[in-house]
């Protein structure tokens, strides 16, 4: 088991007033758990806003988790304090959605990629960071460069080559390739799974392009509302969504098929806020298969078959 | 069938500092009325200025019309004074922006702004431009629009903003809209709801619809005829299920082969090599020559024609489509 994360819980307080006194919570992660196997790719879909960002940031503790631990090669890391933490930061390494916003415009290439290997000395970090920019396809020869004369593929590339750069072991992709045209998108697909393979890598890929994921990842978890919904293997969750939620999910994409084209299915309504979730299912006010026990108590996660676990009260 | 939009040669070029930077450079399209007309291609190749030259809304300067004819309904719009172009938008015309939260004001109501537009173009007075804008709301699926209407752009999230701006788009009832990346910042069940919403709208008022974004799928359940641009030019156009059952222009073919759901699990995904040119400094001959796997030494001399070469379907390259139609239309 390379990282376990256990009834994971991250509520951010809204503080209202002159007092700022809190008024309640934004229960962005409410209860997460899922785990990812040595090498392999987890995908974790959901729409924007039902918390897949905020469980990465936990994970690289950009975020303290209110609550739930997060366990990395069996070493509990959730109640560790910072300075305990350095040690992991080195194995956990993240990729950003935004390849505009995460990269320092006043930074050369060289002090980027370069920021976390300071301890290495000068001449050695240069040749380092010379190797790193060669493994994500670029040149050596761009490291004095500044970012705004790479193009988004080539910056999302710089990302990788920075998170790279300490070795870590473990990877968290947020969106890494959705602010990306179809063709640049293709090479960094293309760049991260063989990286994967080449350096043993386990990834966390949060996406919510589907297609996406369907290619990368071996198993997929749903989210929706701060609640995971359904896991499964790729090709069982693809073949048999069984929540009614994933199945709403799928039957929105369109397909790429014009001669077989279907009426689009909207789900109707809006996703509950995260400030004051329904008690029952999350999704029961827009559920087409809504029955009267969907609203009372907790949804529980059931297994379905080896590799399949959902939570809805009709595999009960 | 009667013809709505006709774009004939248009060129619309930048000059900047660093040189002339050709974003539209001579491209012919037409849209019938009742027909979605999709337009595809990455990002810099020339789809948003195509649809704001449309609306006469290029920034100026730097940019300029230089060329080519367009017409709407019969109007050729590019000679018109500003005046009178001011009464084509709203009238025959109207665009979804791309980007919801930045196209909206953010210090007036949602109401105001709805209704601005009716009253802008109409003369409809006060509170019938108020029934107006709300029953607009509610057709495209703002619960409450009642109260909506008094709220502000923040109040709303983005699927929302970006129905109000479809809700201003359609009140006027235009007999073309120019959706730009209607759907890009949106989720897919979002994206659902928008595009059967505008499927459903034209069912009902026959506006002919171009559709522009890099959505191949989007692109698949929506539009009657399909146009790929390529650095400023069209480089193939034709029905929709032809595109996409027998494509023929090396790029075109490039985009579909690098989508994920095309290729098996386990496979590396196709990537066309290079990078997109820059709009300053196009290279010889055909555009996409340096990025093309079946580029001869003709390719790199001579820039190809975008020739017929079955009913309704044109492509411009020297090794797929010969440089002569093949088709008598």
């Given at each position: 088991m390379m990282l376990e994360v256990k009834d994971l819980k991250m509520y951010f307080p809204v503080r209202r007033g002159l007092l700022r006194r809190t008024a309640g919570y934004v229960k962005a992660i409410d209860g997460i758990t899922f785990s990812i196997d040595r090498g392999e790719t987890l995908g974790?879909?959901?729409?924007?806003?039902?918390?897949?960002?905020?469980?990465g940031k936990c994970i690289v503790r950009l975020l303290r988790p209110t609550a739930g631990r997060i366990t990395f090669e069996d070493n509990e890391i959730s109640g560790l304090s910072q300075m305990e933490f350095k040690e992991y930061r080195k194995r956990i390494q993240i990729v950003f959605q935004d390849p505009f916003g995460s990269l320092n415009p006043r930074m050369t290439v060289s002090d980027i990629v370069g920021e976390g290997l300071t301890i290495m000395g000068e001449r050695l970090r240069e040749k380092r960071v010379g190797e790193l920019l060669e493994t994500v396809g670029l040149s050596e020869s761009d490291a004095s460069r500044y970012p705004h004369e790479f193009s988004g593929g080539q910056r999302q590339r710089i990302g990788i080559a920075r998170a790279l750069a300490v070795g870590p072991s473990f990877l968290v992709c947020d969106e890494p390739v959705s602010a990306l045209d179809?063709?640049?998108?293709?090479?960094?697909?293309?760049?991260l799974e063989e990286l994967q393979s080449r350096l043993s890598l386990s990834l966390l890929f949060i996406a919510h392009d589907l297609s996406v994921v369907r290619h990368i990842a071996n198993r997929v978890v749903v989210m929706y509302v701060g609640k995971v919904m359904e896991e499964a293997s790729t090709e069982e969750l693809f073949a048999s969504p069984l929540h009614p939620y994933t199945q709403a999910l799928f039957s929105s994409i369109p397909s790429l098929d014009c001669a077989k084209r279907r009426e689009l299915n909207p789900i109707p309504g809006e996703p509950p806020s995260p400030t004051d979730p329904p008690p029952g299912c999350r999704f029961a006010s827009r559920c087409p298969k809504v029955t009267a026990t969907c609203r009372e108590g907790d949804i529980e996660f059931v297994e379905v078959s080896k590799n399949h676990r959902v939570r809805c009260v009709l595999y009960y | 069938m009667e013809e709505i939009l006709k774009i004939e040669n248009l060129k619309t070029y930048f000059f900047t500092g660093e040189g002339?930077?050709?974003?539209?450079?001579g491209v012919s399209v037409a849209i019938e009325k009742n027909k979605i007309?999709?337009?595809?291609?990455?990002s810099g190749c020339g789809k948003s200025v195509t649809a704001l030259s449309i609306m006469r809304l290029i920034p100026s300067p730097p940019g300029r019309i230089v060329g080519g004819k367009i017409t709407l309904s019969g109007t050729e719009i590019l000679s018109l004074p500003e005046i009178e172009m001011r009464d084509i938008r709203g009238k025959l015309a109207s665009m979804i922006f791309q980007e919801p939260m930045t196209s909206l004001n953010p210090v007036f109501t949602i109401g105001t702004q709805v209704m601005e537009a009716v009253r802008t173009h109409t003369e409809i007075g006060q509170s019938k431009a108020r029934e107006i804008a709300m029953e607009y709301l509610a057709k495209v699926g703002i619960p409450a629009p009642r109260e909506r209407m008094s709220q502000y752009p923040y109040q709303?999230?983005?699927?929302m903003k970006q129905r109000v701006m479809i809700a201003m788009?359609?009140?006027?009832?235009?007999?073309?809209?120019?959706?730009?990346?209607?759907?890009?910042a949106l989720d897919v069940t979002i994206q659902a709801g928008i595009l059967r919403l505008i499927k459903d709208l034209q069912a009902e008022s026959g506006m002919a619809v171009l559709l522009i974004t890099h959505d191949l799928g989007v692109v698949a359940e929506m539009a009657d005829e399909v146009a790929v641009m390529y650095a400023a030019k069209v480089v193939e156009s034709g029905p929709c299920e032809t595109i996409f059952s027998s494509f023929c222009h090396p790029y075109t073919e490039g985009l579909f082969k690098s989508l994920p759901g095309r290729t098996e699990r386990g496979h590396k995904l196709y990537t066309i090599a290079g990078l997109v040119p820059s709009a300053l400094r196009f290279p010889p001959g055909c555009r996409f020559h340096p990025r093309c796997p079946l580029a001869i030494e003709k390719c790199r001399i001579d820039e190809p024609p975008l020739v017929r070469i079955a009913a309704g379907h044109r492509c411009a390259c020297w090794v797929r489509a010969g440089g002569i139609d093949r088709y008598d239309a």
């Open positions: 974790l879909v959901g729409e924007s806003g039902c918390g897949k960002t905020t469980v179809v063709s640049i998108q293709a090479q960094i697909i293309n760049l | 002339v930077g050709k974003a539209v450079d007309l999709g337009l595809v291609g990455e709303l999230s983005g699927g788009a359609l009140c006027l009832k235009t007999a073309l809209l120019n959706a730009d990346e209607p759907t890009t």
